[in-house]
């Protein structure tokens, strides 16, 4: 598939069909990911890949701790939200919500979803060595860039997830990660439910003059 038509046809995936990937698809989608640029090509990224029951042990145990602490899913802004960036998130909200199951509300559905995967078999947890400095996200960030392309087309659906993050010390235990490793971010990873009314949600983008200056 080219590439300008994967870019506008890929979006996240929130229901997936019950059908494992299996492992050599992964291997390949992690290759293809661990293509991207690095500063001084550090490669710094690390990827724990859960599946299968391990999946589902720890999405129990994360939807668990979230309640009990009360965590939700959030810009992680130092400031309140200028209107303009308020706006993007309502359109996310007015996108997803008619298209939820009646009676469930907007903010359960993405803090449950988030912490169990949105149901995906598959998920990859991914990691940096707390030797570098946040700079270094950038490098993360495009690996997983690269990642959500490729997946795409393979025929895969992904969701980043970052709420889980703020659940780092029972991911760390769980899937033995040690603790000088930060977790980042999750990817939920699957086959999408081609029947499912909140993957058809597409959300829109802001315009070109919205985030870009030329001088």
């Known amino acids: ?13 929130r229901a997936f069909l019950d059908k494992p990937v299996p492992r050599e698809t992964i291997e390949k989608l992690l290759f293809l990911s661990s293509r991207a640029p690095s500063a001084i090509n550090l490669q710094p990224w690390e990827f724990t890949v859960v599946m ?22 959030g810009p992680d802004a130092v400031r309140p939200l200028p209107s ?19 009676g469930v509300h907007f903010q359960d559905f993405v803090n449950e979803g988030s912490c169990n995967f949105y149901g995906a078999p598959s998920a ?14 950038v490098d993360v960030g495009i690996a997983v860039g690269y990642m959500l392309l490729a997946a795409y087309d393979m ?7 970052g709420l889980i993050s703020a659940l780092a010390d029972e991911i760390r235990e769980m899937l033995s990660i040690p603790e000088e490793k ?34």
């Not at 598939?1 to 995936?13: D, G, N, Q, V, Y």
């Not at 990859?124 to 996200?137: A, G, N, W």
């Not at 025929?155 to 997830?161: E, F, S």
């Not at 315009?207 to 001088?215: G, N, P």
């Open 84 to 102: 303009y960036l308020m706006d993007r998130q309502r359109k996310l909200m007015d996108c997803i919500l008619p298209r939820l199951e009646k």
């Open 182 to 215: 930060d977790v980042v971010m999750g990817v939920a990873l699957g086959y999408p439910d081609p029947h499912s009314q909140v993957n058809l949600a597409v959300t829109s983008r802001a315009a070109i003059d919205e985030v870009a200056r030329f001088y």
């Open 155 to 161: 025929g895969l659906g992904t969701c980043p997830i």
């Open 124 to 137: 990859i947890v991914v990691t940096i060595d707390q030797v570098f400095s946040k700079s270094r996200l």
């Open 52 to 73: 299968g029951e391990e999946l589902r042990r720890l999405g129990r145990i994360l939807v668990k701790r979230m309640r009990e602490r009360n965590i939700s899913c």
């Open 1 to 13: 598939m080219e590439l300008e038509k994967i870019i506008h046809a890929r979006h996240s995936t």
